[in-house]
Antibody
Framework: QVQLQESGPGLVKPSQTLSLTCTVS??????????WNWIRQPAGKGLEWIGR???????DYNPSLKSRVTISVDTSKNQFSLKLNSVTAADTAVYYC?????????????WGQGTTVTVSS | DIQMTQSPSSLSASVGDRVTITCRAG??????LNWYQQRPGRAPELLIY???SFQSGVPSRFSGSGSGTDFTLTITSLQPEDFATYYC?????????FGQGTKVEIK
């Protein structure tokens, strides 16, 4: 059974780069028709899709964040990563990684537990 | 971006009640509509995909319907563990977008 686990600093200073990693266990990140997503949720608010990576190498990003976001994969470590630069307090949120299946009409069926990132000096 | 609008934003219900949550898309999304449940402090969990298909392990009291722009999530006979926030999400075109959520509270 595939599981996802986010990791990274819980505190980032304004204007710096937020870097998070999602480790995939119980299956290969390279197998199957899956996309690997990042989603965030500010405290008490709704879900915002950040972007996704496909094992072919293609990426899709939310236009609202596109200029600041990079999603990449390290297949040797079975991990994928999120980098968000020039962060502000508005980027404070719980960040989730999630697997998306083409066979599920692109629904996200496996989620990490989430990691809280606070942007503050 | 495709805007997703849920109603109501919150509702109070009792154990055993039938609950209906509506999600409307800003344009036709065929059946590319998914429903998630999020309990407090937890990650969202997939309930329904493709508007009406059950994710493995989801109780049969949950059901989804609709196509085009109007969709419904129904919970028959609400159970204590169903008190949570529910989100719809369109997977028709990126950027994926979510509804604002519907919080189901205990009456």
């Amino acid at each position: 059974q595939v599981q996802l686990q986010e990791s990274g600093p819980g505190l980032v200073k304004p204007s710096q780069t937020l870097s998070l990693t999602c480790t995939v266990s119980g299956g290969s990140i390279s197998s199957g028709s899956y996309y690997w997503n990042w989603i965030r949720q500010p405290a008490g608010k709704g879900l915002e899709w950040i972007g996704r990576f496909y094992t072919s190498g293609s990426t899709d990003y939310n236009p609202s964040l596109k200029s600041r976001v990079t999603i990449s994969v390290d297949t040797s470590k079975n991990q994928f990563s999120l980098k968000l630069n020039s962060v502000t307090a508005a980027d404070t949120a719980v960040y989730y990684c999630a697997r998306e299946g083409a066979h599920l009409n692109y629904a996200m069926d496996v989620w990490g537990q989430g990691t809280t990132v606070t942007v503050s000096s | 971006d495709i805007q997703m609008t849920q109603s109501p934003s919150s509702l109070s219900a009792s154990v055993g009640d039938r609950v209906t949550i509506t999600c409307r898309a800003g344009q036709s999304i065929s059946s590319f509509l998914n429903w998630y449940q999020q309990r407090p402090g937890r990650a969202p969990e997939l309930l329904i995909y493709a508007a009406s298909s059950f994710q493995s392990g989801v109780p049969s009291r949950f059901s989804g319907s609709g196509s085009g722009t109007d969709f419904t999530l129904t919970i028959t006979s609400l159970q204590p563990e169903d008190f949570a926030t529910y989100y719809c999400q369109q997977s028709y075109s990126t950027p994926w977008t979510f509804g604002q959520g519907t919080k189901v509270e205990i009456k």
